[in-house]
């Protein structure tokens, strides 16, 4: 199975700090490759998809990129309703893999 | 408007079985993969399975190979998991997902949740 790796595992940011997240696959995914916002006893929202393309709905504020094994989620300027959880998921092969999350929490 | 809602989870003792549904509307059920997910209590999100629109195709996790078999019936608009010699590592919230082909199947609808406890 394709592991992902993603980092940090957790990090403090402020209210419209720029915060990023890595992916990192252990083989080649293309593309394939989406973005997800948790947040406790709610579902999971898809935010990229095709590793750079947003869902429609989400602020343009999230962005993603990447391709190959290396992969980044940008959310620009932090608001208080993006403190959650984030997590990539390979779409490339089953069985699909999420990385582990990174915790975002308020500094 | 797009909807998935579960059903099925509870308590229940190491090695029994249980069977989890998710009823679909707002779209042609038919016509999209579904996929398990899941969350153990302070864990990370793990994919369980996936199903092809038409039921000609499933993939498994390997936690979950052997024990679990995904299933749908496209005319009730209905995806089911059977959920076999239950192990208290299964104990979490499972959502059903759609499969969206034309966003290289990212997951883009989910369901809100049915708990799962495997305790005895």
């Known amino acids: 199975a394709i592991q992902m790796t993603q980092s940090p595992s957790s990090l403090s940011a402020s209210v419209g700090d720029r915060v990023t997240i890595t992916c990192r696959a252990s083989?080649?995914?293309?593309?394939?490759l989406g973005w997800y916002q948790k947040k406790p006893g709610k579902a999971p929202k898809l935010l990229i998809f095709?590793?750079?393309s947003l869902q429609s709905g989400v602020p343009s504020r999230f962005s993603g990129s990447g391709s190959g094994t290396d992969f980044t989620l940008t959310i620009s300027s932090l608001q208080p309703e993006d403190f959650a959880t984030y997590y990539c998921?390979?779409?490339?092969?089953?069985?699909?893999?999420f990385g582990q999350g990174t915790k975002v929490e308020i500094k | 408007q797009v909807q998935l809602v579960e059903s099925g989870g509870g308590v229940v003792q190491p090695g029994r079985s249980l069977r989890l549904s998710c009823v679909a509307s707002g779209f042609t059920f038919r016509s999209y993969g579904m996929h398990w997910v899941r969350q153990a209590p302070g864990k990370g999100l793990e994919w369980v399975a996936v199903?092809?629109?038409?039921?000609?195709?499933?993939y498994y996790a390997d936690s979950v190979k052997g024990r679990f078999t995904i299933s749908r019936d496209n005319s009730k608009n209905t995806l089911s998991l059977q959920m076999n010699s239950l192990r208290a590592e299964d104990t979490a919230v499972y959502y059903c997902a759609r499969g969206n082909t034309a966003m290289l199947n990212a997951l883009d609808y989910w369901g809100q949740g049915t708990l799962v406890t495997v305790s005895s």
């Open positions: 095709a590793a750079s």
């Open positions: 083989q080649d995914i293309r593309n394939d």
């Open positions: 199903i092809w629109y038409d039921g000609s195709d499933k």
């Open positions: 998921l390979q779409d490339y092969n089953y069985p699909r893999t």
